[in-house]
T-cell receptor, first 111, second 115 residues
Framework: RKEVEQDPGPFNVPEGATVAFNCTYSNSASQSFFWYRQDCRKEPKLLMSVYSSGNEDGRFTAQLNRASQYISLLIRDSKLSDSATYLCVVRVSGGYNKLIFGAGTRLAVHP | EAQVTQNPRYLITVTGKKLTVTCSQNMNHEYMSWYRQDPGLGLRQIYYSMNVEVTDKGDVPEGYKVSRKEKRNFPLILESPSPNQTSLYFC??????????????FGAGSRLTVL
C-alpha cells in the first residue's frame, strides 16, 4: 500500500464547476500536510498548506481529517487555468527529510 | 529572483556514460534534495542534504551519488547510468524549521533518457 494515495483522475469538469480531491495517508505519525500544483512538464509549486482547523485561500479550501487520515482539496468555480495535477504531500515526524508525495490527481477544466 | 537552477534540462545519454546534473539555489537554504518522478509513482526522494557536507539517502538512492561542498550547490551524479534511470529529475531546496524541512522550492526539472 502506498503511503500517500490519490485518485489519479483525470477529473474532467466544465468551467464554473466545484471539484473535490481526496488524499489518504497511512502513517499516523504524519504531522504536516500540503497541496502542491504541477502543470504539465513543469515543477511542482506549493498551492497551500493544510491546517488542522481547515483553511481557505480564495476558491480553494483544504480540510484535514486526522481520525480518518485523509486530506481534501475543494476547488470552487473552476477556471481553465486550474487544469493541472494536484499533489498531496505529507510530512512524517521523526525525520527532517520525510516529505512523502502522492502520485497526483489530474484535473482538466473545459469550456 | 529566488530560484533553483538545474542543468541540463534535457539529456539523452547511453548506458554507462557518467553524467552529472547540477543544481544551484540562491536562497541560502540549508536543505536540498533530489527527486525523480515517474508515471504513477509520484516524486520519490533520491538523496537529501541538511547542510554543507551533510548528505543522506532517500528512498531510491541506488545508482546515484551526491555531494554538498558548498551551501548553494547539490549536484546529482550518475556514475554508470542504466535505462531504468530514465526519468524526470527535480532538485528542491527549503529552509529548515524546528519541525523539519519546510515548503520546497523546486527547480524546473531535468529530463534524462538513458539508451
Amino acid at each position: 500500500r502506498k503511503e500517500v494515495e490519490q485518485d489519479p483522475g483525470p477529473f474532467n469538469v466544465p468551467e464554473g464547476a466545484t471539484v473535490a480531491f481526496n488524499c489518504t495517508y497511512s502513517n499516523s505519525a504524519s504531522q504536516s500536510f500540503f497541496w502542491y500544483r504541477q502543470d504539465c512538464r513543469k515543477e511542482p509549486k506549493l498551492l497551500m498548506s493544510v491546517y488542522s482547523s481547515g483553511n481557505e485561500d480564495g476558491r480553494f479550501t483544504a480540510q484535514l481529517n486526522r481520525a480518518s487520515q485523509y486530506i481534501s482539496l475543494l476547488i470552487r468555480d473552476s477556471k481553465l487555468s486550474d487544469s493541472a495535477t494536484y499533489l498531496c504531500v505529507v510530512r512524517v515526524s521523526g525525520g527532517y527529510n520525510k516529505l512523502i508525495f502522492g502520485a497526483g490527481t489530474r484535473l482538466a477544466v473545459h469550456p | 529572483e529566488a530560484q533553483v537552477t538545474q542543468n541540463p534540462r534535457y539529456l539523452i545519454t547511453v548506458t554507462g556514460k557518467k553524467l552529472t546534473v547540477t543544481c544551484s539555489q540562491n536562497m541560502n537554504h540549508e536543505y536540498m534534495s533530489w527527486y525523480r518522478q515517474d508515471p504513477g509513482l509520484g516524486l520519490r526522494q533520491i538523496y537529501y542534504s541538511m547542510n554543507v557536507e551533510v548528505t543522506d539517502k532517500g528512498d531510491v538512492p541506488e545508482g546515484y551519488k551526491v555531494s554538498r561542498k558548498e551551501k548553494r550547490n547539490f549536484p546529482l551524479i550518475l556514475e554508470s547510468p542504466s535505462p531504468n534511470q530514465t526519468s524526470l529529475y527535480f532538485c528542491a531546496s527549503s529552509e529548515i524549521w524546528a519541525s523539519g524541512a519546510n515548503v520546497l522550492t523546486f527547480g524546473a526539472g531535468s529530463r534524462l533518457t538513458v539508451l
